[in-house]
């Protein structure tokens, strides 16, 4: 482990570089790096497990099934609060291990940590209130009953963008239903599942219902986590162009799967909003996590009559924002995840100047180092620019000026993807009209942060299915079965 005192752990037994497996650390003959964003200098190297071991953890999940799902909801509730307290009781060290691996500004991280265990607090309740259906008979003699079942093992692979929260709000749900857990996390980011595990077998999870495994082949042991008959269902949080593959992949075994994919959330600011509330839901959105979340805002859409306005005041917040490691003091922005991930957003950048877009702040390789991108503003866009059409993932943020309401949400909409949208208006009506015409499965109203345990996330058309968080979060793990009870005239 890098000796850095940013790390300074009070409990270091959290840093694990081993697969967890049956409730056991698994070793391989060979080491992956993991390195820091912010230098790109190694933190540590990991084991690196591949087909052998994904199988293996398949089956040891498949073998504690029947164990965990005979369990009561309360006793499986009772677990998963266990570990949530674990996961808040050590905040501090985890966000550490985030921003280490991950870059974010440590205050940043542990708003993760915080995130990730209130679906484990949200599920642990919400298991207990799976409930059935008796519904009326076409006859006297016959009665009619729905049960929940849950759906069996089910596998998962997690983005390195929240390495913690993306697998806290999968594996909460499906363990509170009754199901068991193998996950992929990225392998840019696998500290944090492993100590995710750690805490998981200190709160008294049985072995083999959580199971991490780490490693670099990700084409064989996706294979495996999508095609293995012992899985039933698969959840997968990335891009779309991936999502595409692993859901045919799924198809072969008619596996129940659930995508959270790419996201081109418009943020739409219309002449009647309070603009400063408009500014600062725009920066949560656009900046957080140097804009590489899939519900960042991709587009700002700004009415005329407001357009200068706005524009100006935008600039003067995004200049106060402070690009740095993110253990430095005051940093609100951290490093891109790789060196290749500026570069993408610098290209994107460059092609839509080119197109015509004018450069209001930023714009370039940040002075903090190669993984870091100036917060950046482009102006004079149009919808057709390649900053417009393609997923950002960066914190860049452009602003394509409208007429009126249907022109905004006629480009809102102008995308194939429908994960997330914002809109600033005080006007009831319009509140109305827009949040029903927006094609997305999200829609936040003067608010740029939407996403909490008790909430549905999730969208739609090529931002994937199913939903997380919420009582319909549950039901993507359980099925339903239907008993028909006949002769009780008898």
């Known amino acids: 482990m890098q000796n850095d005192t940013k790390l300074a752990l009070q409990d270091t037994q959290l840093v694990k570089t081993c697969s967890y497996i049956n409730g056991s650390w698994h070793s391989s003959e060979t080491q992956v790096a993991i390195t820091n964003p912010a230098n790109n200098q190694q933190i540590t190297q990991v084991s690196n497990a591949g087909i052998a071991e994904t199988e293996l953890a398949v089956k040891a999940a498949k073998n504690a099934l029947k164990m965990w799902s005979a369990k009561s909801a309360n006793e499986r509730a009772t677990l998963l609060r266990n570990w949530f307290n674990l996961m808040m009781q050590h905040q501090d060290d985890l966000g550490r291990i985030l921003t280490l691996e991950q870059g974010k500004p440590l205050a940043e991280a542990k708003g993760e940590i915080a995130y990730g265990a209130a679906f484990i607090e949200w599920f642990a309740e919400e298991g207990k209130r799976v409930y059935g259906d008796t519904i009326p008979a076409p006859s006297a003699d016959k009665r009619i009953i729905v049960v929940k079942h849950p759906v069996g093992v089910v596998a998962s692979i997690t983005p390195w963008n929240f390495p913690n929260a993306m ?98 959330a418009p943020f739409i600011v219309f002449d009647d909003a309070d603009i400063d509330e408009a500014v600062q839901g725009a920066i949560v959105s656009k900046y957080r996590n140097a804009g590489q979340t899939c519900v960042c805002t991709n587009r700002i859409f700004v009415q005329q009559g407001v357009l200068a306005e706005f524009t100006e005041k935008f600039k003067v917040a995004v200049a106060a924002l402070s690009t740095g490691d993110g253990f430095g003091d005051g940093i609100t922005m951290g490093p891109m995840i790789s060196n290749e991930a500026v570069n993408r957003v610098d290209k994107l950048v460059s092609e839509s100047i080119a197109a015509g877009a004018k450069l209001e702040l930023g714009g370039h390789v940040s002075s903090a180092g190669g993984s870091f991108y100036q917060p950046t503003i482009l102006s004079n866009v149009s919808n057709d620019m390649p900053i417009a059409r393609n997923e950002i993932f960066g914190p860049v943020s452009p602003i394509i000026a409208f007429e009126n309401e249907q022109q905004a949400l006629e480009m809102a909409n102008d995308t194939e993807y429908g994960l997330a949208a914002y809109f600033y208006s005080r006007d009831i009506g319009r509140v109305w009209r827009v949040s029903a015409g927006l094609e997305f499965g999200m829609v936040g109203i003067n608010d740029g942060l939407i996403s909490n345990p008790a909430a549905p996330f999730g969208g739609v058309k090529q931002s994937g299915n199913g939903r997380e968080g919420s009582k319909y979060g549950l039901d993507d793990y359980l099925e339903i079965k239907y008993l028909c009870m006949a002769g009780l005239n008898k």
């Open 167 to 264: 697998i806290a709000r999968k594996a909460a749900a499906a363990l509170a239903a009754g199901c068991t857990f193998v996950v992929r996390p990225a392998i840019q980011t696998p500290l944090s599942a492993l100590a995710m595990a750690e805490l998981a077998e200190r709160a008294g999870i049985p072995a083999g219902v959580f199971n991490v495994v780490v490693g670099e082949d990700a084409h064989g042991m996706g294979q495996v986590l999508t095609q293995h008959p012992d899985i039933a269902k698969f959840t997968f949080t990335g891009s779309t162009a991936v999502g595409k593959i692993l859901l045919a992949q799924c198809a072969t075994s008619i596996k129940k799967v659930s995508m959270e994919l790419g996201g081109n």
